[in-house]
Nanobody, 123 residues
Framework: QVQLVESGGGLVQAGGSLRLSCVTS????????MGWFRQAPGKEREFVAA????????NYADSVKGRFAISRDNAKNTVALQMNNLKPEDTAVYYC????????????????WGQGTQVTVSS
């Protein structure tokens, strides 16, 4: 059974930092692009960042460019999201995601989701 488990969320003041982690289990994600999404109350889930299998390609939403950094450690089956200079509008539940099969696309269909971790940024 495929599992994605996020951790690292919490309450932080504006301007602060958090580091989210996603641990995968149940299958190897060799060759998989991995992504982070978020969903704020009353809003649709939105893309935050994605990283290729090698880590050589990364995509970011315009709203987080220059503040967030996605990384991965394939030996440990983890994907991380370093979030700096956080703003109140970053408040959301953050989800780790994986596509159904290995793909070189940076915009795959996303099939596997974690349970999410809450990030709250106070002003």
């Amino acid at each position: 059974q495929v599992q994605l488990v996020e951790s690292g969320g919490g309450l932080v003041q504006a301007g602060g930092s958090l580091r989210l982690s996603c641990v995968t289990s149940g299958r190897t994600f060799s060759g998989y692009t991995m992504g982070w999404f978020r969903q704020a109350p009353g809003k649709e889930r939105e893309f935050v960042a994605a990283i290729s299998w090698s880590g050589g390609r990364k995509n970011y939403a315009d709203s987080v460019k220059g503040r967030f950094a996605i990384s991965r450690d394939n030996a440990k089956n983890t994907v991380a999201l370093q979030m700096n200079n956080l703003k109140p509008e970053d408040t959301a539940v953050y989800y780790c995601a994986a596509p159904p099969s290995p793909s070189g696309s940076m915009w795959p269909q996303w099939a596997y989701w974690g349970q999410g971790t809450q990030v709250t940024v106070s002003s």
